[in-house]
């Protein structure tokens, strides 16, 4: 199954949505259609509530109808009508970064983003005013389904609500220049994060392990390395992180960059970038010089 998270911009009101074939199909509007009992149930059009909470609570036997080619037309949304959110709650997540590691090292590391931070697919993307060296990086991001504490690899592999293609921004600059002080890079990666464009369910994606990526940047590409080609599997990264903090349904995790999986050279102000994941789809973003600093102290 495909989830999409998206904002009716006649009504700005984010509902749950269906992907197939590339249309979008209102659940809502599904579920009115073929008169289903979770219509009009208070709050189920939420998505943290009913993709996490609920587990996807009928929404299987919506997807079977699209699949069988029962499309009413009435449901669709059209491109227009819509903006894209990240595929989760931005409100009730946190959003863990794992890696990525050399392939001798002994355990995961792991940090905390910034979820307010998170964007959806086709978005612009603002970078500190000062920054000469916008960058990516290519990564799968998983959403947790279930709390998690003190977690076996199979414990994760359940509790995965499904998989999305994750854009990790990085302002390369800062990063340096952070990094040279002994200072953590937080300001040259939490100002944005970007998910999308649909929520692919394990049931439907099967192995990621074997999952090919690419990476374009305007009209070059570049190929990057699957998925499972990591020190650590993402269920093995997760687990060990559960012993040491309790995750929590609708948490984030980003599964660590691919090998090949960032520009290697400054990413031009305005150029269209499109990162892939087999099978899960193509996240695309446009990095854009951001606002001026106002000033912090006083003169």
């Known amino acids: 199954m495909r989830i999409a998270h998206v904002l009716q911009l006649a009504t700005s009101t984010p509902i749950v949505a269906l992907e197939r074939d590339g249309a979008l199909y209102d659940v809502a509007e599904l579920e009115r259609h073929f008169g289903t009992k979770l219509a009009d149930i208070r709050g189920v059009s939420d998505f943290h509530t009913r993709v996490v909470a609920l587990r996807c609570a009928g929404l299987h036997a919506l997807d079977d109808r699209l699949l069988s080619g029962d499309r009413p037309s009435s449901t ?3 491109p227009s ?3 894209w959110l990240p595929p989760c709650a931005t409100d009730r997540a946190a959003y863990i970064q794992l890696g990525p590691y050399a392939h001798g090292a002994e355990r995961p590391w792991y940090r905390f983003g910034n979820s307010r931070a998170l ?4 978005a612009a993307i603002p970078f500190p005013a000062l920054e000469n ?3 990516y990086e290519l990564n799968l991001a998983a959403l947790l389904g279930e709390d998690l504490r003190r977690a076996s690899p199979d414990d994760v592999e359940r509790a995965i609500a499904g ?3 994750l854009s990790d921004w990085t302002a390369r600059g800062l990063e340096a220049r952070s990094l040279a002080c002994g200072l953590p890079p937080s300001e040259a990666r939490d100002f944005a994060t970007q998910l999308g464009p649909v929520l692919v369910t394990p049931d439907e994606l099967g192995p990621v392990e074997v999952l090919r990526t690419q ?4 009209t070059a590409s570049r190929p990057c390395s699957r998925i499972g080609e990591w020190a650590f599997s993402l269920a093995e990264s997760v687990a060990y992180i559960s012993n040491h903090i309790e995750l929590r349904a609708g948490d984030v995790v980003g599964a660590g960059r691919v090998f090949g999986g960032s520009a290697g050279q400054p990413v031009p102000y ?4 499109e990162l892939m994941i087999e099978r899960i789809g193509r996240l695309s973003g446009k990095p854009v010089r951001g606002p001026a ?3 912090w102290r006083r003169g």
């Open 215 to 218: 990476a374009r940047v305007g």
């Open 163 to 165: 998989y999305t293609v």
């Open 133 to 135: 060296e916008p960058d």
């Open 81 to 83: 009508t819509v903006l």
């Open 119 to 122: 964007v959806g697919h086709d």
């Open 293 to 295: 600093p106002s000033p």
């Open 76 to 78: 669709e949304l059209h």
């Open 270 to 273: 305005g150029a269209t970038v």
